[in-house]
């Protein structure tokens, strides 16, 4: 059994990221001469391998751009962006995606649902073993045969991890994983989430638009300013794991987190609280 105070159980799979000097200036929609957005402005960035790192900002401000690219989704206009030494120009299932929806393929069971990497990628066949891994990782063996339209939302979002996570990806990058789930299955969801990197060690970049779940569950919180995305700050959560979330020391941090957050002048879910 993992738990969630002990170090990372391996780091083998994961894998260091650089963002340097990027920016990045869309094509005009209309394919004029206009330009499109600036939507990230020299962003420079270094994550450790193994590492958990959310990023807060408002709307706009280019955190999906910044995981596109990261992805290989996108290219940067300037800068570079590379995992370990290796330039991204492409995207790879070393770096795995998830996102707020979880996409499942509504016709697939829960277990094809997982396979779908494995058998594009020709290697079904000698993996098959740790799909029921992976199942049991994410706690839905029960319903391996079961289609996504009988899951509830946290569960299809297990789905999606587990999916994501069964490449073995060096790093994931997760878009708003959560932001579609109520409250309490949210939180199960970040116990959920820092479970399984626990386990894998997997570096993990986590884009959010709540402040408290961003201290719950990073090692650094990037704080990005209004468009054009440039990072404000980057704050180091020293809190010891498990997080109490009623904690001083939680508080003041989400405190701190606000007020920087005003000061660039930006409306955040936290700020309603
Ligand atoms: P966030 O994830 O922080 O909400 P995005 O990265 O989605 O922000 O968007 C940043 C800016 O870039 C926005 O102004 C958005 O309209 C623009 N943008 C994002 N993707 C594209 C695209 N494919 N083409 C043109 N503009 C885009």
Redesign the pocket.
Known sequence: MVTLGSAPAELDEAASLRVWHVTKQ??S?DGGTTP??L?LDDVSLSIAAGELVSIV??????????L?MIAGL?RPTTGEVAIGATPITAPSAERGLVFQDPNLFPWLTVRRNIEVGLVARGVLREKRAEVDEFMRLVGLEAFANSFPHHLSGGMAQRVSLARALINHPKVLLL?EPLGALDAFTRMRMQDEVLRLWRAHGTTMLF?THDIDEAIYMSNRIVI?TQ?P?KIEEIIEVKLERPRDRGSQAFLNLRGEILETMHFAGQEMAGNKN
Do not use: E, I, N, Y
């Open positions: 869309f094509d929609p499109g957005a939507a900002g408002p709307s706009g401000c280019g955190k999906s751009t910044l596109r996108h878009d884009v990005m468009r995305g």
